[in-house]
């Protein structure tokens, strides 16, 4: 086995001491000499006619320098679908929706202004259900786009299904739903726009994406009728992400309006509240799936149809079909697969990216049937799910390559630690789901890559500037790492810059879990430039061939003794007539392929997998749930950094559960019910569960040092290996998200024999029971 | 998020506090904890133009046990109650119930017994922002003349008391003393509340609370609070229950029950006492029946004023009654002083 | 209105004018630049702005400036010494991947240390009910929980020392 000295160390985040001493400075930290406070007025309506903005009133406010309502803005759209003005005009399409803003000398004053402005509402008939929405006598919600269907059509049929459906021994055929759950980033939105005299612009911002904000924020200069100018953005430190970064937001957009307009920075920075209502939760959906077997167990076919609620606009949520695909085609050996998405316009909130970008909602239907398939066909559901494992080599039906591929070993592992041979006990039960996601990228873009510079100093000191983003992962760490390790020096001899696009080269942006694999990549291949550099030099000072060089704590070794420092050697090169300068760059795209008009193509370099375990405890009484024990297993490749890798998957782990159990954003007729922690059920230290990760290394020969992606995967099967285990334990299957004690009982009484589930409190209606 | 200006008032003694009461009247509010009163402040439910701060009043934080009471200051911080070394064996329903409030620690430490107690009723379409509430007509509780928690609307507010530790507090029997300038009364801890949504309290203006008496344990009682949650902190309880019983060991003596969570205030069902009354300990039967009891008298209140369904919420009342009805017997039938009294 | 309150910041005397209606948070940042207690969400109910007054943990989003008067405050920018060593706890957090995105990290840090402060040896459930005010979406509490247990449990040598020879750093 390969040595290192830095790989596969435990090794500390290298802004842990900022953040451990109050020093990291996030957004809510930033302060500009003159700046304004920006702050947005939102609709009062889920679906309305804008008769009036009277700002009179508010205008005449001391302390407010800017109004800005809809008719006083260019044309500018944001999101993929290009349907989303900053500020609206004419009509709006949720309660989120932005009908003036303000800028003034304080928060208070502007808040105050805010609630001086004067709307003239007319309002609409409103559409919430998405299945409701596809009628055609539903209200509309673009009236010029002549449907509530999203013209993004997501449709593969690979095999034959019916063929094999007629074949199969076993069938289900299941509906299951899933609603909205939300980032909850402990640091709230927030955005500080700065135009220079020069029409150059500054924005400070929460963001996964800045090469692509740049490109954002540089349409909306264009709009304002400024071209060739500079954008710059400068990402503080965030207070978390989970995709919720990935795209840019009116708020962003108004800040620059704003400033524009003043002439003065504008920060806008949202309160918890807003957090709540105006950002962009997980995509609910509804999911037809049946799913078949032969005698053997083996699968045949798998067939699902998705309604995917986009709400009023449309961002990275409406695309979350093409991720969905790849447990539908590929997550086990399944021959012959279908799968149909519609995204429909309705006048909820937008939906965005959040950690695993669809892959939860279709493993939550996908592992739910795997369980049931498993019982029809009388087969262990451990055994199932091994006679149906993916293996290295496998090509899925979607053109997926499967190359390190360590799923039956983590089945396996969850099998041996979680111990489904145990004796029951009324009440309990065991569950187990696995996952497949991308691990080496995922080419979403034309483009899938990320630039890395790096320089050394006199002293082995090394600057790496990296396009990737750290919001609180560890991007900036794992790179560390990469570069100690390839340079022969130390983490802490190694600064990686990260936060700002005039020094930081080009990246896509920290989605798809791609950093360590993409960003890493990049920077090895860096590092090596500058490695085989600095072995070449080093030969030629000592007289010692190349080969027999190491490069290691800061000096080269011969025959296992130090010869000559690093920093010695690097100074010489500075001090030496026709001198070098040790600076290296690297872009680095990873070969996997963007999906052809079929769907066909493998999205990722390799994939990720990984199994969940979990034994919970049902409280017949009350329906509540509570977990024993859980039991994380991961292929990841090789583990960097094993403390942030275990991170990664504590923190989705729990990510998961609260998307099982207890959270949701509850929206009563388009408007969110529960926007603060009380109501919104984020799950507490006393709720934190002891999972144990199992990390199963197969060494990627694609990823850096081996490694394969692993930010999402955490997240991804823990729904329904937990809905699974409430079967095991009390006979109840739930088909729909979050699983609170309310439905669980529901079932159970179901079950036992009880007639009524109850009235529905929003709808008023009759709950269907389990 | 800053707060409008009022004038702070730190009275130094209980006579300076009331005084200031008097004269303020209506238009001033107590700051004990502040951990209920600055979230309202700040949602824009209440701009009081004083405010009367009680940390500097050391007589309102005493702890202390009498030949028969145990006596707690209104402004006794939740953490030092806790850390009163006899609560837990003593009052162990009403440790439970300190316990299950907000997070322990944090709000612990800055959340009072008579803040607990004091708290305003909530309600889904009420505890929001001025922004949310905009968008709707003006409630009951607001000041207008609509009910959103009722299904039909209602000219009532019908508001949910979520006060932790009144239910057990009620249960045991304790009483409350209240002053003003010009009284003294000490009531039962059942007439604090009014049941009106509205205005849940029965203090007058310028009264406040400053002491809860707690009867000291008798031979075989026993006391249990419960309470469902979805989470295991800063939550509010989708059911409380506070109960109380008192066995010679074969048979009920007495049984009292209050259910929190489910009405405009603390839910005393009456009706158990005598159902339990003489029935054998460990009668389940006779459990299910107050239960039943208890779940009937909890539907007729129950309003849409949680995030969680009605019908759940009624069912649990049956469910928690039974679970604090059965801890407080256990407790009652290992309480030692019961073989003493045989 | 405005009063003059005087109170120890961080193991430094202060005295400053202030107004009634603000919060001890909005002092602390927006007034003496105390950016290291974060405002999460202004409510009471994440604890990013926790602080120790006169030792106890408290959300000061909630708490009047003016009731520092007289008190004894610290924030996470006094925790370190003097001299810039960490505070045991604040290394453990750093060593135990306690930290990922940091925002909910000041907090968690002072609530720990209210806690061993009173409770030098707390069990696992004693951690999980000291941390319950405090939310995290990054780390699960997991790792949060094993930087106090190494404290705790003297895992890590080092800090012994420090503890030893320096005692609370107060």
């Known amino acids: 086995m390969e040595e290192f000295t830095v790989i596969g160390k435990r090794i500390s985040k290298v802004d842990a001491v900022d953040k451990a001493t109050g020093r990291a400075l996030y957004i809510q930290d930033f302060k500009l000499p003159g700046m304004l406070y920006g702050r947005i007025l939102y609709s009062k309506y889920p679906h309305a006619r804008i008769i009036k903005v009277d700002t009179e009133k508010a205008k005449a406010l001391p302390g407010v320098v800017t109004i800005l309502t809809g008719e006083d803005i260019p044309p ?177 957009h108004l800040a620059i309006l704003l400033a524009w307009h003043a002439r003065r920075p504008v920060k806008i920075l949202f309160e918890r509240e807003e957090e709540f209502l105006a950002t962009s939760p997980r995509q609910p959906t509804v999911t037809y799936i049946s799913m078949g077997c032969d005698r053997e167990g083996k699968l045949l076919y798998r067939d699902m149809s998705m309604v995917l609620d986009n709400g009023a606009y449309t961002s990275w949520g409406a695309t979350t079909p093409s991720v969905m695909m790849m447990p539908i085609t590929s997550l086990y050996r399944v021959p012959n697969v279908r799968y149909t998405a519609k995204c429909v316009y309705t006048n909820n909130t937008y939906c965005q990216a959040m950690r695993g970008y669809g892959n939860p909602q279709a493993t939550f239907a996908i592992e739910s049937a795997i369980d049931m398939l498993a019982e029809a066909a009388d087969i262990d559901r451990v055994e199932f799910r091994r006679i149906n494992s993916n293996r290295p080599g496998d090509v899925t039906p979607q053109g997926l ?340 004690p309310e439905k669980v009982l529901a079932a159970i009484k179901k079950k036992k024999g009880a007639v009524s589930c109850g009235i529905d409190v929003f709808t008023q209606k009759e709950q269907p029971c389990e | ?235 509010y309880a989708v059911v409380s229950a506070g109960a109380f019983v008192q066995t010679d060991g074969n048979q009920m003596l007495k049984a009292s029950l209050v259910i929190g969570a489910v009405a405009r205030g603390p839910l005393t069902i009456a009706t158990i006492e005598k159902t339990l009354e003489d029935r054998p300990v460990g009668d389940e039967q006779a459990i299910d029946e107050a239960a039943k009891e208890a779940m009937n008298a909890a539907e007729a209140f129950m309003a849409n004023n949680m995030t969680q369904p009605v019908e759940y919420r009624t069912q649990m009342v049956s469910v928690i009654t039974k679970r604090a009805l059965k801890l407080a017997t256990k407790r009652a039938l290992s309480n030692k002083e019961v073989s003493e009294a045989k | 209105m405005s009063r003059e309150i005087k109170f120890i910041l961080n193991g430094n005397p202060i005295c400053i004018a202030i107004e009634e209606h603000w919060t001890l948070l909005y002092l602390l940042r927006e007034k003496l630049g105390l950016t290291g207690t974060k405002e999460g969400c202004g409510r009471g109910e994440c604890g990013a702005c926790t602080v120790l007054v006169d030792g106890l943990a408290i959300n000061s989003c909630l708490y009047f400036a003016v009731e520092t008067d007289g008190k004894n405050i610290l924030t996470i920018e006094g925790l370190a010494a003097e001299d810039g060593s960490l505070h045991p706890l604040q290394k453990s957090f750093i060593e135990n991947g306690g930290i990922q995105c940091g925002f909910c990290t000041p907090g968690m840090i002072l609530s720990a240390k209210a806690l061993l402060d009173e409770n030098p040896r707390p069990t696992e459930t004693d951690i999980k009910q000291a941390l319950a005010g405090n939310l995290c979406r990054c780390t699960g509490y997991v790792q949060i929980i094993e930087s106090i247990e190494a404290v705790v449990d003297k895992r890590i040598e080092d800090i012994n020392v420090v503890v030893r020879e320096t005692g609370d750093s107060d």
């Open chain 2, 1 to 235: 998020m800053r707060l409008p200006p009022f004038t702070y008032n730190r009275p130094q003694d209980l006579d300076e506090a009331l005084e200031l009461l008097n004269a303020y009247g209506k238009d001033c509010k107590i700051l004990a904890g502040g951990t209920d009163l600055l979230v309202r402040m700040k949602q824009g439910l209440v701009a009081p133009m004083n405010l009367i701060s009680l940390k500097a009043l050391s007589e309102l934080a005493e702890i202390r046990e009498t030949a028969t009471d145990l006596k707690i200051g209104a402004a006794a911080k939740l953490s030092d109650i806790l850390a009163y070394q006899p609560v837990q064996g003593r009052w162990p329903g009403l440790f439970e119930s300190i316990k299950a409030i907000g997070a322990p620690s944090i709000q612990h430490f800055s959340g009072t017994i008579g803040g607990n107690l004091c708290q305003d009723n909530r309600c889904q379409f009420y505890n929001q922002s001025r922004s949310f509430r905009r968008a709707r007509q003006t409630c009951n509780k607001a000041g207008g003349s609509t009910c959103f928690a009722w299904k039909g609307g209602s000219d009532k507010c019908h508001s949910v008391c979520q006060s932790d530790t009144a239910p057990i507090l009620i249960a045991m029997g304790a009483k409350v003393v209240i002053k003003s300038r010009q009284e003294t009364r000490a009531i039962p801890l059942e007439e604090l509340y009014s049941s009106i949504g509205e205005h849940p309290l029965t203090l007058g203006d310028n009264e406040m609370l400053t002491e809860i008496l707690v009867p000291v344990r008798a031979p075989g009682d026993g006391s249990a609070f419960e309470k469902l949650a979805y989470r295991s902190a800063i939550d």
């Open chain 1, 76 to 252: 500018i759209r944001l999101g993929v679908y290009k349907d989303n003005p900053p500020l609206k005009s004419g009509k709006v399409r949720s309660c989120r929706d932005e009908v003036a803003a303000v800028a003034a000398l304080d928060p208070e004053i502007a808040k105050e202004a805010i609630d001086l402005i004067e709307v003239t509402y007319e309002a609409l008939p409103a559409i919430f259900d998405p299945e409701e929405a596809l009628k055609p006598e539903a209200p509309l919600v673009h009236e010029d786009h002549k449907t509530n269907v999203l013209k993004m059509p997501w449709n593969l049929h690979y095999g034959d299904v019916e063929a094999a459906r007629l074949e199969a021994a076993f069938n289900v055929q299941e509906r299951f739903t899933t609603t909205w759950v939300t980032h909850c980033c402990m640091g709230t939105s927030g955005a500080i726009a700065d135009v220079d005299n020069s029409n150059n612009l500054t924005v400070y911002t929460n963001t996964q994406i800045p090469s692509l904000a740049q490109k954002d924020f540089q349409e909306t200069l264009k709009a304002l009728g400024v071209k060739d100018r500079r954008v710059r953005v400068i990402k503080p430190s965030i207070g978390g992400g989970f995709g919720s970064k990935l795209d840019t937001y009116a708020y962003e």
């Open chain 1, 401 to 740: 390559r499967i190359t390190s591929c360590g799923l039956p070993e983590c089945i396996d592992a969850v099998s041996k630690n979680l111990d489904f041979g145990q004796p029951r006990e009324k009440g309990i039960g065991t569950g187990l789901a696995s996952l497949i996601h991308v691990g080496g990228g995922a080419r979403i873009y034309k483009s899938d890559g990320c630039g890395t510079m790096i320089k050394m100093d006199d002293y082995g000191k090394v600057d790496v500037f990296t396009g990737a983003s750290d919001m609180g992962q560890g991007a900036d760490t794992v790179i560390a790492q990469i570069v100690a390790e390839e340079l022969g020096v130390k983490v802490e001899d190694i600064h990686v810059f990260h936060q700002d696009t005039d020094i930081c080269p080009w990246d896509v942006g920290a989605h798809a879990s791609r950093t360590t694999f993409v960003a890493g990549n990049s920077a090895l291949g860096a590092a090596r430039k500058i490695r085989l550099r600095l072995l070449a030099m080093a030969s030629k000072a000592t007289g010692v061939s190349e080969d027999k060089l190491v490069l290691k704590d800061r000096a080269f070794f011969a025959e296992g003794s130090p010869i000559l420092p690093l920093p010695k050697l690097l100074r010489s090169s500075h001090f030496t007539p026709k001198g070098q300068m040790m600076m290296a760059d690297n872009f680095y795209d990873p070969e996997n392929e963007n999906m052809g008009r079929d769907f066909r193509g493998n999205m990722s370099a390799t994939y990720s997998f990984g199994t969940h375990g979990v034994r919970v405890k049902v409280d017949e009484a009350t329906g509540k749930v509570e977990i024993l024990d859980y039991i994380a297993a991961h292929d990841v490749g090789r583990a960097i950094n094993p403390m942030l890798l275990d991170g990664q998957v504590h923190g989705g782990v729990l990510m998961g559960v609260g998307y099982a159990l207890t959270e949701q954003v509850i929206l009563e007729n388009g408007r969110n019910m529960n926007p603060d922690f009380r109501d919104y059920k984020l799950l507490t230290a006393m709720d934190a569960i002891h999972s144990k990760p199992i990390v199963i290394e197969t060494v990627d020969e694609k990823g850096p040092f081996g490694a394969k992606g692993i930010g999402e995967p955490g997240c991804v099967p823990t729904a329904p290996a937990i809905a699974n285990a409430i079967y095991d334990a009390v006979g109840v299957r739930i088909r729909d998200l979050p699983i609170t």
